[in-house]
């Protein structure tokens, strides 16, 4: 426990400088204020287990894999989220948690049970500061429970991982760490960003773009792709992003760990359907549960 308290005391230290930095008075009337919770979200942070052992972990190479995803309806997804009683961002995350799961079966990972860990920026630039150039974000560990089965009760878990991270202050510890990190020595820095990366398998980022038409040199732009970077021993990054009524899916990997994404972004769909499948048999009055989907992976209609 001294390790983790030096930890804490050490890293407050470094959120207080960062916070010169930053300069927003609005993270720093946080900083006073929950001084003590932050210092607890530092030691939680800390003391993460490494993300668990799978083929999506290792070595990395030198060369990238990408692949992208027919778009998904915009308004389908929504109409999920409202079946479920959740968020967008939580209807997008568990597909992606399905598609990586049913990917890992098939490279013959023993996943039951399995839950592995995204690292998910949050913004933290107040909407007043907006135009304003530079990056202000955390990061956030997401867990993302691919050794469950039921397509229903994994997307009630990410839910409420997704829930939990909300009431945290998990994104401002980031932010401290990354800029007082980026004046500590080279040697410190790599130590720190390999203990931040063993704790994640991936880096998944959902960005809400412009839902009306944007034009280049008199064309209608049809769709928008980008891919999220990841960093240290990160292999794997899910990028989202939505456009013009539309949802778009792009994945990055490391060619060592993941030389065939496609294998991947091909299963982003029927995991999709598969929700889409269970929000439209609701009842409209209700919210889906997960005894509801207990079939729902046999059924052909959204057989992968």
């Not at 878990?157 to 009431?167: D, G, H, P, Q, W």
Request: proline share 6%; charged share 25%; with cysteine.
């Amino acid at each position: 426990m001294g390790g983790i308290n030096r930890a804490v005391q050490f890293g407050e230290r470094m959120l207080e400088k960062s916070m010169d930095f930053y300069r927003d008075p609005s993270l720093a009337a946080v900083l006073a204020r929950e001084g003590g919770e932050i210092a607890r979200e530092l030691g939680h942070a800390l003391s993460l287990s490494d993300d668990p052992k799978t083929v999506l972990r290792g070595r990395l190479g030198v060369s990238k894999r990408v692949a992208w995803a027919e778009p998904l309806d915009l308004e389908e997804v929504k109409a999920v989220s409202r079946a479920f009683d959740c968020t967008v961002n939580d209807v997008l995350m568990a597909t992606a948690s399905g598609a990586l799961r049913a990917y890992l079966i098939e490279r013959g990972e023993r996943i039951d049970g399995l839950t592995v860990r995204a690292t998910v920026p949050v913004n933290l630039r107040p909407l007043e500061h907006a135009r304003k150039l530079g990056n202000h974000f955390g990061l956030v560990f997401l867990e993302l429970p691919v050794g469950e089965a039921n397509p229903a009760t994994r997307l009630h878990r990410v839910k409420a991982s997704m829930a939990e991270l909300k009431t945290s202050r998990q994104a401002i510890v980031a932010y401290g760490l990354l800029a007082a990190m980026g004046l500590a020595p080279p040697t410190v820095q790599r130590t720190a960003l390999e203990l931040f990366s063993r704790k994640a398998t991936a880096v998944a980022t959902n960005v809400p773009g412009p839902q009306m038409p944007l034009y280049m040199a008199g064309s209608q732009i049809r769709e928008m792709m980008f891919w999220v970077p990841q960093t240290g021993s990160i292999g794997v990054g899910i990028s989202i992003l939505s456009y013009h009524g539309r949802v778009h899916f792009g994945l990055i990997g490391d060619a060592r760990l993941m030389p065939d994404p496609d294998a991947v972004i091909r299963r982003f769909r029927p995991e999709f359907e598969k929700l889409l499948y269970l929000a439209l048999m609701a009842d409209w009055d209700g919210v889906v549960q997960p005894q509801d989907a207990e079939s729902v992976n046999d059924a052909r209609v959204v057989a992968d």
